[in-house]
């Protein structure tokens, strides 16, 4: 008897998927992909019931990758294209959204910080060292009582001479205990400044941040600054106001455009490849209509979600990518992506709750994503002010 399932088709195959990357686009993809499988995927697991991930480790062996800062040209970095870098974060977050946020917390908020708005002193000196994962960044805006609205932030810089006095605290910080540089705003009489701040700098402490529900492989820390003195140039020369953090909250956001649309993927073939091979009723799980109707309608929302990170990716590549078209991605495949992690979680039933399965993994992870870097209420207002004119915010 012939094997009905020899020719099904993977879910990105029904749109085309592969015709719209270059060979470029898809052999870096590829890489990630294979150092994923080799060096991350067997631990993954006992990482997040632990609650604890080789930070540093991980970060030289990215480094060496080369995907750290990877969209961004000279001190080290790779200079590749924006839907290279977007391939790269799907891949990561198929595994983890912990690692893909090490990664766009390294490259898109701390390295592209200092990549457009640092002093070249300040490039020579990270940049090459962030890229090759010899050194560990953070980025610290949002703080205890001020995430979604930053410009009440009550961290503050004053002038003292030459140099800078920062005092105040910063919250949900990725990577802050184990960094080496943190990329820290606060208000300043001249308005929003960043500055950066050294590890083992007097009057800074991290600590992290324990007994979480989600991004358990991943390293979270609350920042302090008790009357911490920077020298002069230990701010960034050309970031003035909330525009600056704001355009590298943009970068990141862009990253998670493509890596919710990874946790997806991960979810339906882990759901797909169980679905065939269980049986119920003497006969393949996926032999039900209710689960074809299931994986149907998330294969639709996958590739509709990838196709809209490709054509965002393609116009960041052309220059003419908006800030509330990040939103958008941001805003549709976050949400679309959870709901295809707990509609996979029903389908594997009881074997779903444990971590020999990826779904319910990605949808507590995923939980943190739809709140960081912007959460689903702040981007749909950003898109009703765009739809209308009419801010809603206050």
């Known amino acids: 008897m012939s094997d009905p399932t020899a020719d099904r088709q993977h879910p990105l195959a029904l749109f085309g998927v ?14 990630v992909r294979a150092f994923v499988a080799d060096r991350i995927r067997p631990h993954l697991a006992d990482w997040y019931e632990a609650g604890h991930v080789p930070a540093r480790e991980l970060a030289a062996e990215l480094g060496r990758l080369g995907v750290l800062g990877m969209h961004l040209t000279g001190y080290g970095c790779a200079g590749t294209g924006a839907v290279s870098y977007g391939l790269a974060c799907a891949e990561l977050e198929a595994a983890d959204s912990g690692l893909r946020s090490l990664v766009s917390v390294q490259g898109s908020l701390a390295m592209y910080a200092i990549h457009a708005f640092g002093s070249e002193a300040q490039k020579q000196r990270w940049l090459p060292e962030l890229a090759a994962g010899r050194a560990l960044g953070c980025f610290g805006l949002t703080e205890p009582d001020f995430g979604s ?14 140099d800078w ?15 080496d540089v943190a990329v820290v705003w606060a208000r300043t009489d001249d308005g929003v400044r960043g500055f950066l701040v050294e590890a083992g700098t007097p009057g800074f402490t991290s600590t992290e941040i324990t007994r979480k529900l989600s991004l358990r492989a991943s390293v979270t820390a609350e920042l302090a600054f008790d009357e911490v003195r920077l020298p002069a140039e230990a701010m ?30 991960d979810c339906l073939e882990t759901t797909i490849e169980w679905a065939i091979d269980r049986q119920a009723f003497d006969r393949p799980v996926a032999g039900f ?13 996958l590739g509709k979600a990838t196709l809209l990170a490709l054509h965002l990716g393609r116009r960041k ?14 805003l549709n495949n976050v949400r679309e992506a959870i709901g295809i992690a707990r509609e996979c979680r029903t389908i ?9 399965f990826a779904p319910l993994r990605h949808a507590n992870n995923l939980e943190s994503v739809l709140t960081y870097e912007g959460t689903s209420e702040v981007h749909t207002l950003v898109l009703g002010q765009a739809l209308t004119g009419v801010p809603a915010f206050r």
């Open 289 to 301: 209509q209710l689960t074809q109707q299931k994986l149907v309608d998330m294969t639709l929302e």
């Open 165 to 179: 006095v920062l005092s105040g605290s910063k919250m949900w910080i990725t990577n802050g205990t184990v960094a």
């Open 236 to 265: 960034l020369p050309d970031a003035r106001g909330l525009r600056a953090p704001l355009s590298c909250l943009d970068e990141a956001r862009f990253g998670i455009v493509f890596g919710a649309t990874g946790a997806a993927r």
């Open 18 to 31: 592969e015709e719209l990357i270059t060979d470029e686009e898809r052999r870096i993809r590829d890489t």
């Open 348 to 356: 594997l039933a009881a074997a779903g709750i444990t971590l020999d």
């Open 317 to 330: 590549d052309a220059g003419t990518l908006r800030s509330e078209q990040i939103s958008l991605g941001k």
């Open 149 to 162: 609205n930053p410009a009440g932030m009550r961290t503050r810089a004053r002038r003292d001479g030459t």
